[in-house]
């Protein structure tokens, strides 16, 4: 019974609150006095059963909680017969338990969805040299697998026959494929784009890259307990100490009105209220601006903030490859435009797009006679020329020769972190093209207004090479930047700086980011990311606009303080109550319902001053 009740919980909040407004309606309307008695008792007694079961289990384990003072409080007042206060309070009580806890179980989800990411069957050589589909999970280290285009690579191997690009976004977040040829390691959740290759199986099942993806994501969210609520903590000797007071008063004064009268004003109504009503104006406001905080555990971490590590791409960076600078060498460069688009049209790379987006309408010639070259480019004819489009070793390969200034040229868009696109005519150099992911706009600013906010470190984590990477954090001003890192290096990293004892948000939009979002403090996902990251994250930027973290991170800070200041006005409140009961002539139950009253007003509005919440610039 009681594990039912207590499931049911909410919906008898729900219920509590509707008898309430409808015992009120009653009061405004008709004004029939036994409706609004019986309403708020059968409210009271709704709302006051969670609460007393809990308190009754707090109990059995030695600990006194807040509960029990709210137990006592409802009892005291039915026995003075002031149901308005025990219906309010066991409601306001719930609520406020209910706002705190109803995002916790989200996060679970996000195993389920990296699970049913993974890939379920494999295509694997059987004696006779066939390949039969079968369960993955009866592929063994050693085996041989076919895997065709578009599909989704199994398991962790190397490549021993064929050739392909793969989308390796899954595990490093970046967004061009990678080719793979004899030799190279592919991961399992990767997709094989273009090509067929044929893998020995080197980690199977949870030993996979991916495997530890999401055994990282079940560890990093175990971690992370429930934090006690500062007003639990506070009620471990606030409510003993109200209960000692209560019985004090009526074993010296014989006055059970009194003792009760202690036991009601005690109750801490505004307390209870106060925290959750920061929460829901501060989630609000967030709301309207973009930012989704997932309970009010995540404001106070993200409150102290003093690191933010990045994903690049997808966060800091668009995740799409665009042309940086073109150069031009020589003569007819309208032309060589012509015989470059010609042999990208038949590309359908991620560089062979950004090219064609930037070279735009031109005129284009049948392409003869291609040649691949692997890990290098393609030299066809095009309008009966030979054409050479790919990177220096192809240009080496041709015997192109590099004046001093493409020399030049070369080294500089290199070292900022571009993939260069060569186009030689004939044997002779044309056009130059630097091409990267570029970084999304505003994201300077960003930077400035998180260190205006007190953020010491910004790091960046990749999966691009090093290279891209220290392109990148110069051009940001970033504090540190590391490329080449899996998932499980990026929590690794996450980890040792929890170790140091910062508190760390890391903001990521991908499957790969899912464990680092999960380990770090605050774990923040762009809205336009996969759905594992944002169900791990505790906080999510709407439309993925980074533009928005600055305002997330200020309205954190000020909704922390808010929430503080409500914590001060319910306490002082209560103990003027309580000593002015106690030392004075004047208190009376009246007037300290309506101090009481009041300090929940107050309370209230303090909070909704958080609706009001802009970041100053």
Excluded at 244 to 250: L, N, P, Q, Y
Excluded at 292 to 302: A, N, P, Q, R, T
Excluded at 334 to 343: C, P, R, V
Aim: contains cysteine; aromatic residues 6%; charged residues 20%.
């Amino acid at each position: 019974m009681q594990r039912l009740i207590l499931g049911a919980k909410d919906k008898l909040a729900l219920a509590s609150g509707l008898l309430i407004a409808l015992a009120f309606l009653n009061r405004w309307t008709v004004g029939s006095g036994p409706l609004f008695e019986w309403a708020l008792i059968l409210a009271s007694i709704i709302g006051a059963l969670p609460i007393a079961i809990q308190a009754f289990q707090a109990l059995r384990v030695k600990v006194v909680t807040i509960d029990l003072l709210v137990t006592i409080a409802v009892l005291g007042a039915f026995a003075i017969r002031n149901f308005e206060e025990s219906a309010i309070v066991t409601f306001l009580f719930l609520f406020g338990a209910y706002l705190e806890q109803r995002t916790l179980n989200k996060t679970r989800s996000a195993i389920k969805e990296l699970v049913e990411l993974a890939p379920e069957t494999a295509l694997k050589q059987m004696e006779d040299g066939e390949f039969v589909e079968v369960d993955v999970e009866d592929v063994e280290v050693g085996d041989i697998l076919l895997v065709k285009t578009g599909a989704k690579v199994p398991v962790d191997g190397t490549v021993v026959s064929g050739e392909g690009s793969v989308n390796e976004a899954s595990i490093t977040g970046e967004s061009l494929p990678v080719a793979k040829e004899q030799g190279s390691t592919v991961y399992a959740g990767t997709i094989l784009d273009n090509g067929t290759l044929q893998i020995a199986a080197d980690r199977v099942g949870e030993d996979t890259t991916f495997g530890k993806i999401i055994e990282l994501v079940e560890e990093a969210q175990d971690s992370k307990s429930e934090a006690e609520r500062f007003i639990d903590r506070f009620a471990k000797y606030y409510t003993p100490a109200v209960l000692v007071i209560g019985f004090a008063v009526w074993l010296f004064s014989k006055d059970l009105e009194l003792a009760i009268t202690i036991l009601v004003l005690g109750c801490p109504g505004a307390l209870v209220i106060g925290v959750p009503v920061s929460n829901v104006a501060g989630i609000g406001n967030g709301a309207r601006h973009g930012v989704l905080f997932k309970g009010s555990e995540v404001i106070g971490d993200f409150s102290r903030l003093d690191t933010v590590v990045f994903d690049k791409t997808g966060t800091l960076t668009a995740g799409v490859p665009a042309v940086t600078e073109t150069k031009y060498y020589g003569e007819d460069s309208a032309e060589a435009l012509g015989y470059l688009a010609s042999i990208e049209r038949e590309s359908d790379h991620p560089l062979a797009k950004a090219v064609l987006e930037a070279i735009g309408d031109v005129r284009v010639f049948p392409v003869e006679a291609t040649e691949v070259v692997k890990g290098a480019g393609v030299v066809a004819t095009v309008n009966g020329r030979r054409v050479a489009v790919g990177n220096a070793a192809l240009m080496e390969r041709e015997n192109v020769k590099l004046s001093a200034e493409a020399e030049d040229d070369l080294a500089r868009l290199e070292a900022q972190g571009n993939s260069l696109v060569l186009t030689a005519v004939d044997g002779e150099l044309k056009i130059l093209m630097g091409v990267r992911d570029q970084i999304r706009p505003g994201v300077k600013a960003v930077l400035n207004k998180l260190k205006r906010l007190k953020v010491k470190n910004l790091v960046m984590l990749s999966g691009d090479n090093q290279g891209t990477v220290d392109a990148v954090s110069r051009e940001l001003g970033l504090t540190e930047a590391h490329g080449n890192m899996l998932p499980e290096e990026k929590a690794g990293y996450i980890k040792s700086l929890l170790e140091q004892g910062r508190i760390v948000a890391f903001v990521g939009d991908g499957v790969n980011d899912s464990p680092s979002l999960a380990l770090a403090q605050i774990g923040i996902a762009m809205g336009g990311g996969t759905d594992v990251a944002v169900e791990t994250s505790d906080v999510v930027l709407m439309n993925s606009n980074i533009g928005r973290l600055p305002h997330a991170l200020g309205l954190a800070k000020a909704t922390a303080r808010n929430m503080k200041q409500n914590i001060l006005i319910a306490v002082g409140v209560v103990l003027v109550l309580l000593a002015s009961v106690l030392w004075s002539d004047w208190m009376n139950m009246s007037i300290g319902m309506l101090v009481h009253e009041g300090s929940i007003l107050a309370v209230i509005l303090n909070g909704m001053r958080l609706l009001r919440y802009k970041l100053r610039t």
